[in-house]
């Protein structure tokens, strides 16, 4: 049963009960001042509406059972590390009593969700790839087989996909915003021939959030490189915002610079890494 129609079913059973209980307590009142022939009748009619009651609230416990049963799930949250690991999802709500956490360092030894419901995998990743993917499934399958359990694993796409990264970004740069302003976007690249579709596909959104903004996109380990396209953007001042979902290497080594924004007569600010993004509300900067 689809999750509307019990939906449906339990508005059903709420109006029934409504209307059984009403019932009774309106034949309750005429009872007092009905004849001997008319106060059995309206016995009967409290018996029955009681009856009613009673199967309507069954039905609604039945129901619940059943939705309870249908759509019972964990959520399993793996980051690449140990820094991700307080991250939730954006835009989606889950049962903090069914939330399993771990990283691709402990998958072996951390606690991982019973196999008796499905199991629904999010990776905490920027970009899709083999960390993400293979990697992921390889050692997680593998974690299961050395509990020997075989749960039903339902893989999500990896964090960097999900539209409320842009409009987090969007509500953030609004205020900071100046006139000519310009938006670079630098990412992690990967070994494949073509980069992954994450950072490209938050672009495409952030462009749609502000309109008639400069916003290019860059890497700083596969083409066109971060610092190619600071130098061919026309904007004066360059907001740089880290598509990394947690401060590291990166951030302190291959992200352009205010001196290399110099080198080309241009002013740089630099924003929040996405996990900064998330988890705090937007700001005004002078």
Sequence with gaps: MKRHRIGILLVIC????AAAIWGSINCGNRLAYAEAEEATYLRRLIYFHFALA???????????????????KYYLLVSYNAKGLQL???????????????????????ELPP??????????????????????ETALAAAYNARH?????????????????????????????????GILVVAHGSGLAEPPPEPALFCRRLRELLPGIEICLGYF?????????????????????????????HTGRDLPT????????????????IAQLLTTPPTHHA
Aim: hydrophobic letters at 45%; one cysteine or more.
């Design 258 to 273: 205010a001196a290399d924004a110099a080198r080309y007569g241009k002013h740089l600010l630099r924003l929040p890494i």
């Design 14 to 17: 709420a109006a029934v009960f």
């Design 54 to 72: 009673q199967l309507a609230v069954a039905m609604a416990v039945v129901a619940l059972y059943h939705r309870h049963r249908r759509w019972r």
């Design 88 to 110: 939730n999802p954006p835009g989606i709500r889950m049962p903090a009593g069914r939330v399993y956490r771990c990283h691709l360092g402990n998958l072996s030894t951390a």
């Design 221 to 249: 380990n596969q083409t066109p490189e971060a610092q190619e396209c600071l130098c061919r953007m026309q904007a004066r001042r360059v907001l740089v915002l880290p598509f990394l979902l947690t401060e590291g290497l």
């Design 115 to 136: 196999p008796d419901a499905p199991i629904l995998v999010y990776p905490m990743f920027m970009l899709s790839g083999y960390s993400s993917g293979a990697k992921l």
């Design 149 to 181: 359990q075989q749960p039903d694993l339902y893989y999500q796409p990896v964090l960097g996909a999900s539209p409320w990264l842009a409009k987090a970004a969007a509500a953030h740069i609004r205020p900071l915003l100046q006139a000519d302003d």
